[in-house]
């Protein structure tokens, strides 16, 4: 038999007889088994107990126990005991043991796999349920519970329908998912993957596979995975790539060695084609010095970035000027992975920097530097070297004017442009000439002493009696020169100017057409200035005063339409004063208020007149920012014009640009007065000074008037044709009327019209002329007479100021 029997005396419980099975199990021979007393063969502390009272031993009953080896160690049996008689009629104990051994081996190997299995199954990624053929659940680990936030209360009942109602009332379509559900029940073999959306927002990805035993479906498995982050990051790289393919500025992405991993349009356009495999990012750049790649890879251990201008370099050879943005991107242990580059072209931000420039720094007319330029050069030669000598000229050309009066100031344009090209001839490379506004140079000697200053000055005399051709024309033109030495002269910018100025207007008391330094005395002649303004004063009492007034022209039709008031003086020892000399003294020494005052009486009482005979037009003023801050100018021009009772749209007043960008309460609530009055409100000499075009939304502006530094280039010069074509789009676009001043030819007329400028004033028409003779023009006109038909004047006679 392959059990282990024994044959047990029920008296003594001594073996009386084994087998070999018996002796095998316990690893004693049959010899020393005979008499063995069975309890010692117990190892189980309940079988000592019953061995000890044959009456509690379990007859004919089969028992897991366990029997000691004769190692020692304890053997896992199956035993049954009962009671057999032999031939004799003896009785005994047959004690039969079945090692249980291999199969405990076999069951603890079983509870353990399953341990493991359990383990890996709440160990997943993913929320895992089992569910039978018929839907029952059969397992899911607690990963599912997570996904679908089950409470805990439902994962301690062992309560199908409520789990899976649970999962039910989770998704946002419950029909939906309802159908899904009873599609795989109809398809038992099918394999499936589909996405729910939960109600919390959350996307949630599930698989399902059959569960086969014995190639046959017993079930379901399912598996469900939280996708929302995945989602997000999906959504966010089609996003990004969207952006990269359809971004303005060009980008490239490049990996760890620098090599060019993709480009996006913009990029392959800037460079004109696309890149080759396996090209340098760095490449792409001119000069990429080993200074610049430190200062990039010191930049990325640093920020993270490095940004900079650089040139790029274009497929054909060419340059562009680029802002470049190259961050880099770096993995959990700190190594570059890769690089992104963001590349804005700034050939055109360069551009308009360098017109910006241009404008700000240099004269329109002639190209030469400007004051600022100056400025900026002498300040920095006096931070530099306090102990540096440098010399400054001021240079005037004498009796210009006879060339502007006899061929007209386009001509005389170009001539200053001759002439700025020979005074340039004349400097050394580190000499700046720059030109202050008309006919006056001012020339920056770099590190020049006196006898050097003298000996430039004779160069330039030289040079500039050489004569001038100009459309096979020979002329000439000679300068005054005063000089002016730093820092004995003078230790600012200003200064040395104001002496250098003062020393050549010695020089043309003296003979014009020479040169001298400046000295302390020649301030004397500041003097004049005093006696001019005192002259000034006595004016008006002395009936040296008197206006005279310009019209103002329709464009298309040629009707004097209105007249600009204009001042003049004639002084019986200085003769006839220019009012570009007496108006800016009156200016600085306050006089002009009176003499304002004075003006518009008269205009408002020849506006009058001209109103009672039928005649009337408008009739503009000149108004200073000085009368601007008086309280009481608008009461004293509402008292003017109810003296003489002259409606209010008959009177125009001009107001300089400057003025109107004044911000004081004074004048705003002084504009804002003369508005109400019925006055109109003009801006004179526009675009000459700082403009602001808030102004002209805030300020109740009829009319602009377009400088005649910009109509006397017309129709030739295209700088001043787009600026006075913009002047004239600028008033369309507000509603208001456009005004060219200083029109001297037929031609400017034309191209002003041609424009839509809707009125001009100037010598095309006529000068300013007496009250009389405008009244006479006036009756002339009402008679059928075209205004210009009436005689113009002498371009450049008597210019209005």
Request: glycine residues 8%.
């Amino acid at each position: 038999m392959t059990e282990a029997v024994w044959l047990v005396d029920p008296h003594s419980l001594t073996v009386a007889y084994s087998n070999s099975a018996a002796q095998r199990l316990v690893g004693l021979t049959g010899s020393r088994l005979q008499g063995f007393h069975v309890r010692d063969l117990a190892a189980a502390p309940q079988d000592l107990y019953r061995w000890n009272d044959v009456a509690e031993v379990s007859w004919g009953q089969v028992t897991h126990t366990q029997v000691l080896h004769a190692s020692g160690r304890a053997i896992p049996v199956e035993q049954r005991i009962r009671e057999v008689e032999d031939p004799e009629g003896g009785n005994w104990l047959l004690w039969t043991l079945l090692d249980r051994s291999e199969q405990e081996h076999n069951e603890r190997e079983l509870e353990s796999l399953l341990a493991e299995l359990r383990a890996t199954l709440d160990s997943a990624a993913d929320g895992v349920l089992v569910c039978s053929a018929d839907g029952a659940i059969r397992a899911f680990n607690q990963k599912l519970a997570d996904i679908w936030v089950m409470p805990a209360a439902l994962l301690l009942q062992r309560n199908d329908a409520a789990i899976m109602a649970w999962m039910r009332d989770q998704v946002l379509s419950p029909a939906q998912y309802d159908q899904q559900l009873q599609a795989l029940g109809q398809d038992p073999l099918v394999h499936t993957a589909d996405i729910l959306n939960l109600a919390d927002r959350r996307v949630v990805e599930r698989r399902s596979v059959p569960l086969l035993r014995h190639g046959m479906a017993v079930g379901r498995i399912f598996s469900f995975r939280d996708i929302s982050r995945e989602m997000e990051v999906q959504s966010g790289l089609r996003v990004a790539a969207q952006v990269f393919e359809s971004s303005l500025d060009a980008i490239f992405i490049a990996d760890a060695q620098g090599a060019v991993l993709q480009t996006n349009p913009a990029c392959d356009g800037m460079l004109g084609a696309a890149l080759s495999p396996g090209a340098q990012a760095s490449a792409l750049f001119a000069q990429t010095e080993p200074e610049w790649l430190d200062a990039v890879a010191q930049a990325w251990k640093e920020v993270g970035h490095w940004e900079g201008n650089r040139q790029l370099q274009r497929v054909d050879g060419s340059h562009c000027a680029v802002r470049l943005s190259w961050v880099v991107s770096r993995d959990e242990r700190g190594q570059v992975q890769q690089s992104v580059g963001f590349i804005r072209d700034l050939t055109q931000q360069q551009a308009a920097q360098q017109k910006i420039e241009q404008l700000a720094f240099s004269d329109a007319l002639t190209g030469l530097p400007n004051r600022l330029m100056l400025g900026q050069h002498v300040e920095q030669a006096i931070t530099q070297d306090t102990q540096a000598e440098f010399a400054i000229l001021f240079l005037d050309l004498d009796r210009f004017k006879i060339i502007n009066d006899s061929l007209g100031h386009q001509f005389g344009d170009r001539v200053l442009q001759l002439v700025a090209q020979r005074l340039q001839s004349c400097l050394r490379p580190l000499d700046v000439l720059c030109r202050l506004g008309g006919d006056e140079f001012v020339l920056y000697l770099h590190a020049c002493q006196k006898q050097h200053s003298e000996r430039i000055a004779r160069r330039i005399q030289d040079a500039m009696r050489e004569p001038f051709v100009l459309d096979g024309l020979g002329f000439s033109v000679q300068c005054s020169i005063g000089m002016a030495q730093y820092p004995e002269h003078g230790r600012t910018l200003n200064e040395l100017i104001k002496q250098a100025d003062t020393a050549m207007y010695r020089v043309k008391a003296s003979g014009k057409g020479s040169f001298g330094f400046y000295e302390p005395a020649m301030s004397n002649g500041l003097l004049g200035r005093v006696q001019m303004e005192h002259a000034l004063r006595q004016a008006l009492d002395r009936d040296a005063l008197r206006v005279v007034y310009q019209p103002q022209v329709e464009m298309h039709t040629g009707s004097i339409v209105g007249c600009e008031a204009l001042l003049r003086w004639t002084d019986a020892r200085l003769g006839v004063v220019s009012p570009g000399v007496f108006i800016p003294l009156a200016e600085e020494s306050g006089y002009i208020v009176k003499l304002g005052a004075w003006v518009l009486e008269q205009a408002v009482k020849e506006a009058m007149r001209w109103v009672k005979q039928g005649l009337g037009v408008k009739v503009s003023v000149n108004v200073s920012s000085l009368e601007l801050h008086q309280p009481d100018y608008a009461a004293r021009v509402a008292s003017l014009l109810s003296a003489y009772g002259l409606p209010a749209c008959w009177l125009e007043l001009e107001l300089t640009e400057s003025a109107l960008l004044q911000k004081e309460p004074v004048i705003v609530h002084c504009i804002e007065q003369l508005a109400d009055l019925g006055v109109q409100l003009v801006i004179d000499d526009f675009g000459t000074g700082y403009s602001n075009l808030a102004y002209l939304k805030r300020m109740p502006i009829s009319k602009l008037k377009v400088d005649q530094s910009f109509v006397r280039g017309l129709p030739q010069d295209m700088s001043d044709k787009a600026i006075v074509e913009a002047v004239i789009g600028l008033g369309r676009a507000l509603d208001v009327e456009i005004v060219a001043e200083g029109v001297e030819t037929a031609a400017q007329r034309e191209t002003l019209m041609r424009m839509g400028c809707g009125f001009y004033q100037g010598f095309l028409c006529a000068p300013g002329v007496e009250a009389a003779t405008f009244q006479a023009m006036l009756r002339a006109q009402a008679a059928g007479l075209e205004a210009g038909s009436l005689g113009g004047g002498v371009p450049g006679e008597d210019r209005p100021v």
